[in-house]
């Protein structure tokens, strides 16, 4: 990515979400990392570990993952193949590109959909996790709105693509 294009991804009100979404993932996933070692320390030390552990793990990393996608998007930083396409003229090129952000936002808004209907069933099954008894249907549920997210962006980068904005 070309100095600048990072800046102009960077930018409108989809960024404004994208952001400081990305930082809460991290921040979760640094809880989760810290909690992974307390959790494996003390069962190595006292045989102990943190009730629960993989169930937070998985539900942690969950939304951590679905916290980063939009603004990896967005910056288009997701991984590109490029050996055949790369000495295209640009306008082909960005065509290409712009056809795959529609794919990418297809996937992501039948994620979001299944992911809404499977939450839609947890919360009136009243699903909980097994070993601390915690309702998932509220990850589950926002999985599903960072998805359609993830949708709007990759969307919007394809708008960009199509109108020769990289």
Not at 99 to 117: E, F, H, N, S, T
């Amino acid at each position: 990515m070309a100095e600048g294009d990072e800046e102009r991804a960077a930018r409108g009100p989809l960024a404004a979400i994208t952001g400081p979404l990305a930082i809460a993932g991290g921040l979760l996933m640094l809880v989760t990392a810290i909690m992974v070692t307390v959790s494996v320390s003390m069962r190595y030390l006292f045989n102990w570990s943190v009730p629960g552990d993989i169930e937070l793990v998985q539900i942690g990393t969950a939304l951590a993952v679905f916290a980063f996608l939009p603004l990896c998007q967005g910056r288009r930083g997701n991984i590109v193949v490029d050996t055949f396409t790369s000495r295209l003229p640009a306008r082909l090129r960005d065509g290409i590109d712009a056809l795959w952000d529609l794919v990418y936002a297809l996937a992501a808004g039948i994620i979001a959909w299944r992911l809404a209907v499977g939450a839609y069933d947890t919360f009136r099954s009243n699903t909980v996790s097994m070993m601390l008894g915690l309702p998932v249907g509220w990850a589950i549920a926002a999985c599903a709105v960072m998805a359609a997210l993830l949708t709007m962006v990759a969307l919007a980068t394809a708008g960009r693509l199509l109108r020769g904005r990289r």
